[in-house]
C-alpha cells in the first residue's frame, strides 16, 4: 500500500480565512484526510509534525525578517508548495503599506511603537521563494482547494479556471454594470473564482480573485475615464485585497500620475 502524501498548512502575515476555508469543506475535508495525512496544521490541531512534507499549503505574507527566513525553511521541507489566498499570492491588503512610510504607521497606531519589528513591505510568497502553484482569492474558494488536494493525490496537475468574472456573469444573466449604469467593476480584468458574487447583488466587482489571465487594465480603466471616473475613484478600487499583484499596481500607478498631472495643470 503506497504511503500517503503528508500535508502541512502554514500561516504568516493574514487574517487565517484561507486556512479556515479548508475547515469549512466539511464533508469534503473528510474524504481529503482519507487521501492525505495532515501532518502539520496548527489552526485544527496541537499535534504540529516535523517535514519533510509533500504539500505545503501557505497562507499570509511576508512582512518580518523573521518570516522571510521561515518561509525558506518551509521551502526546503517542502516537495510541492501552494499559496492559498491574496495575502499570500499579492501581499494582502496589508500590501497598502508599500506606498507609505511603514514608521510613520506604526508610530500612529501603537502605544509602544518601540516594540514592534517589521518590514517596510508586504510581499508575496513568490518574491521570496518559488511557488508550484498558486490559488487566488480573498479568501479562496475551498471546492477549488479540495480540487487541487484531491489532484495532488491522484498525481495529477491540477487545473483551475482562470477566465474573468465578466463571464460568470453571462452565466448567471447578471446585466453588465459597467455597459448599463457607468458602475466602476473589476469583472473584466479580474479571476474566476467567486461566481461573480459582488455583480449579481448590485455591485461592481471588487478583485477579490486578483487579475486574470491577461488582465488588459489600461483599456478597462480609459473606458473608466471616459465614463467620468477620476483616479481618485479608481486607485482605492485597485489598491485593496491585491493591491501588490503587478497589473493591478502598475495600473494603479499609473493613475497616480494621471492625478498628479491633472492636479499641477494650471485651470
Not at 213 to 242: E, H, I, Y
Request: charged residues 20%; proline residues 7%; contains cysteine.
Amino acid at each position: 500500500m503506497s504511503r500517503k502524501p503528508r500535508l502541512a498548512v502554514f500561516k504568516f502575515a493574514s487574517c487565517d480565512g484561507c486556512q479556515l476555508s479548508l475547515l469549512d469543506a466539511e464533508d469534503e475535508l473528510l474524504a481529503i484526510c482519507d487521501r492525505v495525512d495532515i501532518a502539520h496544521f496548527a489552526e485544527a490541531s496541537s499535534d504540529l509534525q516535523p517535514g519533510p512534507y509533500d504539500v505545503a499549503l501557505i497562507e499570509g505574507s511576508i512582512t518580518t525578517a523573521e518570516d522571510a527566513a521561515r518561509i525558506r525553511r518551509v521551502r526546503l521541507d517542502s516537495k510541492f508548495l501552494i499559496t492559498i489566498g491574496a495575502c499570500a499570492t499579492a501581499g494582502g491588503i496589508q500590501a497598502l503599506r508599500n506606498w507609505a512610510n511603514v514608521d510613520d504607521w506604526v508610530d500612529s497606531i501603537y502605544p509602544s511603537p518601540e516594540f514592534i519589528s517589521t518590514l517596510s513591505t508586504s510581499t508575496p510568497i513568490a518574491q521570496h521563494v518559488h511557488v508550484d502553484f498558486a490559488l487566488h482569492g480573498c479568501p479562496i474558494n475551498y471546492h477549488q482547494l479540495v480540487d487541487v488536494l484531491v489532484a495532488l493525490a491522484e498525481g495529477r496537475q491540477p487545473r483551475i479556471p482562470s477566465h474573468s468574472v465578466c463571464l460568470d456573469c453571462k452565466h448567471r444573466g447578471t446585466v453588465c454594470h459597467v455597459v448599463a449604469r457607468g458602475v466602476p467593476c473589476l469583472g473584466p480584468v479580474t479571476q474566476s473564482g467567486c461566481g461573480a458574487l459582488c455583480p449579481a447583488y448590485d455591485r461592481g466587482c471588487y478583485g477579490c480573485f486578483g487579475p486574470s489571465v491577461p488582465a488588459n487594465t489600461s483599456s478597462l480603466l480609459n473606458k473608466f475615464r471616459m465614463l467620468g471616473q477620476s483616479p481618485d475613484q479608481l486607485v482605492p478600487l485597485l489598491r485593496n485585497f491585491n493591491a501588490a499583484a503587478p497589473e493591478f499596481q502598475r495600473a494603479a500607478d499609473q493613475l497616480t500620475i494621471l492625478r498628479s498631472n491633472d492636479e499641477g495643470t494650471p485651470s
